[in-house]
């Protein structure tokens, strides 16, 4: 079957995109690409994707607004609590032994996994010796992880996933409300370096000895997928953890060699 | 020849994609547990359930079918004679290459995964080499789907709203676009093993 006039413009508007502003989504996963285009084509008015990529290439505020459709803000706190359960168990009595500690959360989104981590990090006394990269392509969510405020009624959500991920406190102890809003405390964020940096075409900038990639690589095809595991497995260091969704796994990558299972419910794993 | 005889006579199908929610997981197993070892085409299924997290219909449908059970898994090539559900918690889609996708992108008809998403993208991987159905439900979602698959030439079928346990989405899915067939669930049994023969 010869591919239709809307995946002939997809594909053209990645690359549009890639030659312009550097952004690379031409290694995405097509299907859930073309609803996200779509969709911002009735946000855009344009008529055709022809004509929202006209307009992007010509207007870099087009642009910025088209990537808060392109990426996906959608996270929440302490999502699959057995996953942080897992690192509890399995990873922080390994991490204890460091004098410090370098944490990479991958596509960190609106920072919601980052404020989770930093909980988790805190209660097993290893915070303020750790020092965690939140990356992201998307400056408007690193802005947002930066604030660290989130709605009120998500915190009630969150809650009961904290209770069940181990914590040993109240999830409230961490924040403070005002109005409709919760504001995570400074502490958590204080070791936290939030910044750009794009899995498709950046490189490793740090060793870690954890990388959390949680419902990320789900976006990519697995060319990209491979790229991504690689660069973690270059980032961490010897015997260093790997976290994915709980979606996610790598049994279809050329990188499954290279890491071993210490948790395949949960998806963790460890650097060979 | 009946009208389902003559509507699947000389089709060439190479999935389907079926849908439902509310009293849905008696639906599929009544069309289900009647298909032989030997059907070879691939089944994929999404039913709506009320808590997100991981589901035990693999276990369910696997200890009554003839046929392998798994869950659909991120990047894994469709395989024929197959049935696959989709996750909790994700939207499942189909790529080009006949892989499947997952993505946790927000709710669509307060569902994820949603049947109009996995649909839709079904409907542009395969064309009118795949039969969509619809089956019994709360709200309606897989209406817009199920008018994708028939717009892109697929075969579409709705259960009979008048058999459904709640008819709210085959008959939002009829009024939408009306569906090639609407049928009892023996009638899409019996349909599937048709689709098979050709």
Redesign the interface.
């Known amino acids: 079957m010869k591919p239709d006039a809307t995946d002939i413009e997809l594909k053209l508007l990645a690359e549009a995109i890639f030659l312009r502003y550097g952004h690379d989504f031409r290694d995405y996963s097509l299907a859930s690409q073309k609803r996200r285009v779509l969709h911002a084509l009735s946000q855009f008015d344009c008529p055709t994707i022809s004509a929202l990529q006209s307009r992007v290439l010509h207007d870099p505020e087009a642009f910025h607004q088209l990537l808060q459709f392109l990426t996906i803000p959608v996270s929440e706190m302490f999502r699959d609590p057995s996953y942080f359960l897992a690192l509890r168990r399995e990873a922080a009595p390994l991490l204890q032994t460091y004098p410090s500690i370098k944490v990479w959360v991958a596509g960190c989104s609106t920072g919601e996994e980052v404020y989770s981590l930093a909980i988790l990090l805190h209660e097993e006394g290893l915070l303020e010796r750790t020092l965690i990269y939140a990356t992201d392509i998307n400056p408007a969510s690193l802005d947002k992880a930066r604030r660290g405020i989130f709605p009120l009624s998500a915190m009630e959500r969150y809650a009961a996933s904290y209770e069940k991920s181990g914590g040993k406190r109240q999830l409230s102890d961490y924040y403070t409300s005002a109005y409709e809003s919760a504001l995570m405390d400074r502490f958590l964020s204080a070791n936290v370096t939030f910044a750009d940096h794009s899995l498709a075409t950046d490189t490793v900038f740090s060793e870690t000895h954890l990388v959390s990639c949680r419902n990320v690589l789900i976006y990519f095809n697995r060319k990209l997928q491979d790229r991504a595991l690689k660069l973690f497995h270059d980032s961490l260091c010897n015997r260093g953890f790997l976290g994915l969704g709980s979606k996610e796994s790598m049994d279809f990558s050329a990188c499954s060699d290279s890491f071993e299972t210490v948790d395949r419910r949960e998806r963790l794993y460890r650097k060979r | 020849m009946n009208e389902r005889g003559s509507i699947a006579a000389g089709r060439q199908i190479d999935a389907v994609v079926i849908g439902g929610s509310a009293g849905g997981l008696d639906a599929m197993l009544r069309i289900l547990s009647g298909l032989p070892g030997t059907f070879r085409l691939p089944l994929i299924a999404l039913l709506h359930l009320p808590n997100n997290g991981d589901s035990k219909l693999v276990d369910v449908f696997g200890a009554r079918l003839a046929i392998p059970v798994e869950e659909a898994?991120?990047?894994?090539r469709i395989a024929p004679g197959r049935l696959y559900f989709a996750?909790g918690?994700?939207?499942l889609?189909?790529?080009?290459d006949f892989s499947f996708?997952?993505?946790?992108?927000?709710p669509v008809h307060y569902s994820r995964p949603s049947i109009d998403?996995l649909m839709?993208?079904a409907a542009?991987?395969w064309?009118p080499r795949l039969a969509g159905i619809l089956l019994t439900g709360a709200n309606d979602d897989g209406a817009e789907g199920l008018a994708r698959i028939g717009e892109r030439g697929g075969l579409t079928v709705a259960q009979d709203p008048d058999e459904a346990a709640i008819p709210t989405m085959p008959r939002a899915a009829i009024k939408r676009r009306a569906p090639d067939l609407v049928l009892p669930l023996d009638s899409i049994r019996d349909l599937l093993l048709e689709l098979n023969r050709h």
């Open positions: 898994a991120d990047k894994a996750p918690g994700y939207h889609l189909v790529e080009q996708a997952l993505s946790c992108e927000a998403v839709e993208s542009d991987a064309g």
